[in-house]
């Protein structure tokens, strides 16, 4: 058996008035936040699947269905949290992770290193194991007309 895999995730929420934005477990002062079922972070649900995808554990759907009253309005720290137990339970530990964000606003660069001990605490790891990077998508599509907020992970995971 290989003692480490490698998983992906991507996650896209509309953005729209009044909901907050939540970013990596951070709320960011914004006119517009991302819509969903939970809180709508889009970066720690892509890490969900990246991490659940790397331990073949199917996906964020699948543990926390948008179908559940449990998870209206849910958390994702928590779903965070949740994954990464277990991914323990199946003995599995994560290496790191690499994501990206993109979005035309608002910046993020200022509030990355708290999305990085945030997530880290809940994936207990060290933060400079959490790489988050930003970009916007040169005002092109929907992420550039400020209609939605996109992200990508990958996790590597091992024993």
Known sequence: ???FRVGQGVDVHQLVEGR???????????????????????????ICDAIL??????????????????????????????????????????????????????????HIEKMQETMAALMDITPDLVSIKATTNEKMGYVGREEGVLAFATCLIYR
Request: hydrophobic fraction near 40%.
């Open 1 to 3: 058996m290989i003692p």
């Open 20 to 46: 907050p934005m939540i970013l990596g477990g951070v709320q960011i002062e914004h006119s517009k936040g991302p819509l969903g079922h939970s809180d709508a972070d889009v970066l720690i649900h892509a």
């Open 53 to 110: 995808g790397a331990a073949n554990l199917g996906d964020i759907g699948k543990h926390f269905p948008d179908t559940s009253s449990e998870f209206k309005g849910i958390d994702s720290k928590i779903l965070l949290r949740r994954v990464t137990d277990l991914l323990h339970q199946e003995g599995w530990k994560i290496g790191n992770v690499d994501s990206t964000l993109i979005l035309e606003k608002p910046k993020i660069k200022p």
